[in-house]
């Protein structure tokens, strides 16, 4: 199975800004649901934002509405995830994940597969 490859990550002071990316062989995003996950030590992997195939509906947890936002470049067939206004609590391994086949349960991480290796973000001062 051809999983995703994510990267940007990194240290930033609270309040500070990443854009994080990922991309994959095999997949056309713009034909998949896609998004972004994360997992802090020691908790479970929970959804941050996700995007619908074609219509590129975005969905977002709660905790990152108004600072997070996903976005894809049919063109490099990238997707991205534009953090603004860090916060400590978001300091985690964060992945893409594409929608099993025939499925779509935005930030339901048991609904999505072909996780990569991860990108760590950590915010601290």
């Known amino acids: 199975q051809v999983h995703f490859v994510e990267s940007g990550g990194g240290l930033v002071q609270p309040g500070g800004s990443l854009t994080l990316s990922c991309a994959r062989s095999?997949?056309?995003?713009?034909?998949?649901?896609v998004g972004w996950f994360r997992q802090a030590p020691g908790k479970q992997r929970e959804g941050v934002a996700c995007?619908?195939?074609?219509?590129?509906?975005?969905v977002y947890a709660d905790s990152v509405k108004g600072r997070f936002t996903i976005s894809r470049d049919n063109s490099q067939n990238t997707l991205y995830l534009q953090m603004n206004n860090l916060r400590p609590e978001g300091t985690a391994v964060y992945y893409c994940?594409?929608?099993?086949?025939?499925?779509?349960?935005?930030?339901?991480?048991?609904?999505?597969?072909?996780w990569g290796q991860g990108t760590q973000v950590t915010v601290s001062s």
């Open positions: 995007i619908s195939s074609r219509a590129g509906t975005t």
């Open positions: 994940g594409s929608a099993l086949p025939g499925t779509y349960f935005p930030l339901d991480s048991s609904f999505f597969t072909s």
């Open positions: 095999g997949i056309t995003l713009n034909n998949t649901a």
